[in-house]
């Protein structure tokens, strides 16, 4: 693969593509997300448990400083936050670990969606799962299901700047919003991160993603890879949209498909960050290197310019 700032003969780490800022708290732009941790509900069976761990504790050591979690990632025999726990206590300095509340789920699977008076609780089951006195970054996850729901999110944000006001939560952001919904959040507490699904062939947000660029909010796509997975989606299906061209750019580098996707995500600003999920140790380091991965203008012209359902 093509790298320009580590070494040749060295593994790339998390700090490859530089950083950003979470208010106060800095983070490596390549991160990464616990969700498949577990095993998704729709696979055969919950995926190993020591593999997970052994998935996190090579993340820290290839430089992931930023986690993204919610308690609502688990299956009936595995917790994302209790392996975040297990695999990583006595956590870093640098760790900022992500969640995310609004949405809850029942021990069956189903999702609910919180009252603002039942955040609290929320943010204290994160608290108690990972076992810390207070949040990094909470992010208000609007709408139960996958697609973004309008309304305001006023009275939720709010419970939140308020818990945020009381030190259970250091910082706040918000997931699957729009515009709008954004400016409101902002309006009431400071945001420093938009969580959003958002990718190479997905790229419905480009204005959102700019509107995050003009505040200094990091834009943090989730699906960047997912999308182009068989199996990685609820849907089951999968996206062949711009294969060709991300095939042809990923043989120039000898890279792969899944870090031509994250790599354009990156490249679209440097308040870009990168969750990419995975429960497997090989594209974790994968996921990691495609932070050192350079696009070439050309290369970036011909992948912006894949026909996209955005
Ligand atoms: N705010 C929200 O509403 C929301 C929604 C969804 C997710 N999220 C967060 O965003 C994170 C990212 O989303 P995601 O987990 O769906 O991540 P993703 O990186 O877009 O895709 C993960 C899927 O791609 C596969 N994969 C990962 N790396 C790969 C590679 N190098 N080569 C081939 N396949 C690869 C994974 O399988 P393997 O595990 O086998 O590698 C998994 O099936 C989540 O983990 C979660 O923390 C947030």
Redesign the pocket.
Known sequence: MTIDNTSANSTPTADAAGTWRLGDRTVNRIGF????LTGMPWDEKPRDRAAAIAVLRRAIELGVNHI??AAFYFLPTRSANELICTALQPYPDDLVITT?VGPARSRDGAFEYARPDQLRAQVEENIRQLGLDHLDVV?L?WGAGLDKEPGSLAEHFGALAELREAGLVRHLGV??IGAEQLIEAMAIAPVVCV?N?YGLTERQDEALAELCAEHGVAFVP?????TS?PG?TPHGGHDETGRAEVAEVAKAHGA?P??VRLAWTLHRGPHVLA??????LA?LE??IAAGALRLSDDELTLLDGITTTG
């Not at 989730?222 to 997912?226: I, M």
């Not at 969750?275 to 497997?280: Q, S, V």
């Open positions: 997300g616990a969700m498949r993204d979690t995310k992010n996850r997931s699957n969580q699904r989730f699906f960047a890879v997912a997975v990685a792969t899944a870090q969750i990419p999920g995975t429960g497997d594209h994968e996921n």
